[in-house]
């Protein structure tokens, strides 16, 4: 009997890497989807010390030709996937007016809100019509809040919330097992490359991917509706995002994401 297979996007490093090779451990067979190629196929051949197969498909999911390019691969090769990972997102911070480049906010939002909205109506289709697998979307912990100096960003992960929300409930019924991953600050360069290594949240990232990844494998396969990457961010998301204010929670987020070089 052949092997059930995880689709998952972000796939070469942080936490959709980690993700990988808990499926992996768990006789997955893994399609890993990363824009980088090199750094993709590095963390393929690791993978495939666990046994599995391994498929790598370099695609940049900002763009819609890529990811049209992407399931036809899949198509093509025979993959009937079992757990669909939407991981892939990424950073970016600074002042929204006279700090940020609205080209790479709008390339954000392409990434971590098109891409999700993409994948999910092109690949839940045939999950849905087998009437089994796992549905795991990766937001964040500031999808539940106004995130000042990454206000692009933490918009797009409110989007994720809201449209995981709505569709998994459409889908009752279905079949399929869907989970919300909301992370915290959580050590991988996702601060780096968002540029926000200067502010107290970029340099204070207590959560390794491993942990993360953990929590959404049992949440997952548990049949959690959602869950975050710590402790601390369950506290957050939780308990003081549900009893503060919108403005409260903005003040309090831009204590922490605020840039060293920002004016106050």
């Known amino acids: 009997m052949s092997n059930k297979i995880a689709f998952i996007t972000g796939a070469s490093n942080g936490i959709g890497f980690e993700l990988a090779k808990i499926f992996a451990k768990n006789s997955y067979d893994i399609v890993a989807v990363a824009r980088n190629e090199e750094k993709l196929n590095k963390a393929c051949d690791e993978l495939r010390g666990f046994g599995t197969q391994v498929h790598a498909f ?27 990972v939407i991981n892939a997102g990424q950073g970016l911070g600074g002042r929204f007016i006279g700090g940020t480049e609205l080209e790479k906010e709008l390339q954000l939002i392409r990434l971590n809100v098109d891409s999700y909205v993409h994948m999910a109506k092109i690949f839940l289709p045939a999950m849905i019509e087998r009437q089994r697998g796992h549905v795991l979307m990766t937001s964040s912990v500031s999808g539940t809040s106004p995130i000042p100096f990454e206000a692009i960003y933490g918009a797009s992960k409110a989007f994720v919330n809201s449209f995981f929300w709505a569709i998994r409930n459409e889908l009752k019924g279905s079949g399929l097992t869907m989970t919300l991953l909301m992370p915290g600050a959580t050590e991988t360069n996702f601060f780096k490359n968002a540029g926000q290594a200067n502010t107290k949240v970029g340099a204070s990232q207590p959560t390794k991917p491993a942990e993360v990844a953990e929590r959404a494998w049992y949440a997952l396969m548990s049949g959690h509706e959602y869950v975050y990457g710590s402790d601390d961010a369950e506290h957050e998301g939780d308990v003081l995002n549900r009893i503060q204010s919108e403005s409260q929670k903005a003040q309090r987020h831009r204590i922490i994401s605020e840039p060293d070089s920002a004016s106050r």
């Open 58 to 84: 370099s695609a940049d999911l900002s763009r819609y030709e890529e990811i049209e390019n992407l399931k036809q691969r899949v198509d093509k090769a025979g993959l009937a996937i079992d757990a669909l």
